[in-house]
């Protein structure tokens, strides 16, 4: 963490160990924490009854009880309404439009480094800190992203849209920590969220039913169509193109001879085109609203190693910075199952170069 000229610091707490965590090791650092949870969904937002009890506000008493614990102020922020334009909305318009999106990359964009940096402006904070576990170091005047010491819980991926500036004024307690002595490091200090089981839904899809969601959201059902082949002959009936993504093969509901993939979701004609595995293979992809972490492209093609989702290991590449601000990506091998809408995240060693969205 860098020198405390200035110490104020936003924590952004989730009702997590991590979050938590991190405020222990910033306040023994002797920095001036004032802690927040952002409300971003009502229980009507994700479908679910009013009178069921969200999990979100379990989470909310375990952030004040943490906060309380370590003895900082702590508040809960809402920004419902932001949450439901910036990621709600683009999540359900982007699976209408055939595309598979990745929702915490949008929250990290617009809320935690975009409407929190603004509440933290307004508390006089210099910093925003987060549970994420990256690691972030200035070196020759510029700011750099690298991947956490422990590479198994990595998030460098889902922070790629970070700029100059907001690197210059983030901090990432836990980049240089496993995550079992982060669990260790909460217990000690008596904070009861210590062995808290690590999410893993989107957190406005608790069920993990993308479909209903969008649906309750746009109020309409989706829309069946054909299942087609390359060639366009039909070969069943789809039950909307949100209930599906490229590279999947179960659920599809039909008996064919041979195993079949979603290979291209095509929502000018509301048809979900199936083939053999092979056809889901390509070495070139293409990525647009392409973020470059050192704040301009490179010159020209470099080499790199790039993730095309979350938890795919990097793959051999290059980049060939293009006009408009996209990027186009020549693999060494094939990938399987490029998929529109998730992000495509430039690595060089464990540095993050950017990332942008891909297109196809």
Not at 42 to 68: I, K, M, P, Q, Y
Not at 166 to 174: D, S
Not at 294 to 322: N, S, T
Request: glycine share 10%; hydrophobic share 35%.
């Amino acid at each position: 963490m860098p020198e405390m000229k200035e110490t104020k610091v936003l924590l952004a707490m989730s009702g997590g160990v991590d979050s938590s965590a991190a405020g222990k090791l910033l306040r023994d650092a002797g920095y001036d924490c004032v802690g927040c949870t952002m409300k971003l969904y009502e229980n009507e937002d994700a479908g679910l009854s009013r009178s069921r009890t969200c999990c979100s506000l379990e989470d909310v008493e375990d952030a004040r009880s943490a906060a309380f614990r370590l003895g900082i102020p702590y508040y809960v922020f809402n920004f419902t309404d932001a949450f439901r334009e910036k990621v709600i909305g683009k999540f359900t318009a982007s699976y209408c439009q055939g595309l598979t999106p990745n929702p915490c990359i949008d929250c990290n964009r617009y809320l935690k480094f975009g409407a929190l940096f603004q509440r933290a402006e307004l508390l006089g904070c210099r910093y925003v800190a987060t549970g994420h576990y990256a690691r972030i170091d200035c070196r020759d005047g510029r700011y750099h992203l690298r991947k956490a010491r422990d590479e198994s819980k990595d998030q460098s991926y889902v922070l790629y849209m970070l700029s100059q500036d907001q690197l210059a004024r983030t901090l990432f307690p836990l980049g240089e920590l496993r995550k079992e002595a982060v669990r260790d490091l909460a217990e000690e200090a008596g904070l009861g969220n210590a062995r808290k089981p690590d999410s893993q839904d989107i957190c406005f899809v608790p069920d993990g039913d993308y479909a209903r969601v969008i649906e309750h959201q746009t109020g309409k059902a989706a829309e069946p169509g054909d299942f087609v082949s390359p060639e366009g002959t039909v070969l069943g009936r789809h039950q909307g193109l949100i209930r599906y993504t490229v590279g999947q093969h179960r659920g599809l509901g039909l008996s064919l001879p041979e195993r079949r993939y979603v290979c291209r979701l095509c929502p000018e004609s509301n048809t979900v085109v199936l083939g053999p595995e092979e056809a889901l293979y390509r070495r070139e992809a293409l990525a647009g609203d392409f973020h470059w972490i050192a704040g301009e492209p490179p010159a020209g093609p470099i080499r790199c190693r790039v993730k095309l989702r979350y938890r795919q290991r990097e793959q051999d590449a290059e980049a060939v910075p293009l006009d408009g601000g996209a990027v186009r990506l020549r693999f060494d091998e094939p990938q399987r199952a490029v998929t529109p809408g998730q992000a495509a995240v430039l690595y060089d060693g464990d540095e993050v170069l950017g990332g942008g969205t891909l297109l196809r």
